[in-house]
């Protein structure tokens, strides 16, 4: 039942930034997560976090460039990535779930339609 937007992605020069967004319909979840798909590559665990805990997880690739955060009051996620390089580029995809005492890199059952990020060289 939960609905998810994500948005702010676009295009940026290797070593810039860019901020994304996860905008939810409703905040009965408890993780609420970031993969990405490069074309001809397999979706991947990017970060997550946990919504009333703000517990964080992330990919080796991504760990110490990129943040993630949430907005409780505004049913928002965001991912903050810094120092992006030409690798980083995919469609990125916002994804929730409401189980509890599982890894917070799998099984997600809600998806956001993604947002396309490319870093230029």
């Known amino acids: 039942q939960v609905q998810l937007v994500e948005s702010g992605g676009g295009l940026v020069q290797a070593g810039g930034s860019l901020r994304l967004s996860c905008a939810a319909s409703?905040?009965?979840?408890?993780?609420m997560g970031w993969f990405r798909q490069a074309p001809g590559k397999e979706r991947e665990f990017v970060a997550a976090i946990s919504w009333s805990g703000g517990n964080t997880y992330y990919s080796d690739s991504v760990k110490g460039r990129f943040t993630i955060s949430r907005d409780n009051a505004k049913n928002t996620g965001y991912l903050q990535m810094n120092s992006l390089k030409p690798e980083d580029t995919a469609v990125y995809y916002c994804?929730?779930?409401?189980?509890?005492?599982?890894?917070?890199?799998?099984?997600?059952?809600?998806w956001g339609r993604g947002t396309q990020v490319t870093v230029s060289s």
């Open positions: 994804a929730a779930k409401k189980t509890i005492g599982t890894s917070p890199r799998y099984n997600y059952n809600y």
């Open positions: 409703e905040r009965t979840f408890y993780y």
